[in-house]
């Protein structure tokens, strides 16, 4: 019964991968977010997502693509991947405004 | 923009209190939270409060708010090495986007 899921928990790889991090929330909630927590643990959103329609963007490469099927996942697609994207990555979900964000386990992403 | 300081490292012994500080810069917050993060974990609510207010308290856990020098601080009384995370500050900017801190490493001695 977790309230958001994350898939992979780790992902190792080579540059100039493509690769795609999946979430999944069962809360309920409308709003699904994407953070970015660099190795000093600096924690920055991404993206974020209202009823799948893209509401924030923040200045992310483009090579970082947010697909939202339905509601209640949001997947991260990555293209061309470079070294400076290792890093661990957060999907969060709430009900939008000041609600509190439910935040998933982290997937650890390793670009060699 | 929005900018949210928090001091890195905070190193206490089992029994003590933690005092972690916080300085914000949108006067026009609404809500300021502390999130938690437990090693490979993410972050979970542990409180947060409303920009009208001065103090909360919940159990072990205590919020005091300075509007005038946009400060904010989180003490856990008793603190115990399972209180042993990274303790994050944050706001809501205008689009309700959060603006996290830092992080403190708080570690526990026994």
């Known amino acids: 019964d977790t309230a958001v899921s994350q898939t992979p928990k780790y992902l190792v790889t080579q540059m100039g991968n493509d690769k795609s991090i999946k979430c999944e929330q069962n809360l309920g909630h409308d709003t699904m977010y994407w953070y970015k927590q660099d190795s000093k643990k600096f924690l920055k959103i991404m993206f974020s997502y209202n009823n799948k329609e893209l509401i924030i963007n923040e200045t992310v490469p483009n090579r970082f693509s947010p697909k939202s099927p339905d509601k209640a996942h949001l997947n991260l697609h990555i293209n061309s991947l470079e070294l400076g994207d290792s890093a661990v990555y957060f999907c969060?979900?709430?009900?939008?405004?000041?609600?509190?964000?439910?935040f998933g386990p982290g997937t650890r992403l390793t670009v060699l | 923009g929005e900018d949210v300081e928090q001091s890195l490292f905070l190193s206490v012994r089992e029994g003590d209190s933690s005092v972690i500080n916080c300085t914000y810069t949108?006067?026009?917050?609404?809500?300021l939270y502390w999130y938690k993060q437990e090693p490979g974990a993410g972050l979970q609510l542990l409180t947060y409060i409303f920009s009208n207010m001065d103090m909360k308290q919940d159990q072990r856990l205590t919020v005091l708010l300075n509007k005038k020098d946009k400060h904010l601080s989180l003490r856990i009384a008793d603190t115990q090495t399972g209180d042993s995370a990274i303790y994050f500050c944050a706001e809501p900017d205008s689009s309700y986007k959060l603006i996290f801190g830092s992080g403190t490493r708080l570690l526990v001695r026994p």
């Open positions: 949108d006067s026009s917050s609404t809500y």
């Open positions: 969060a979900s709430s009900q939008g405004g000041y609600n509190e964000q439910f």
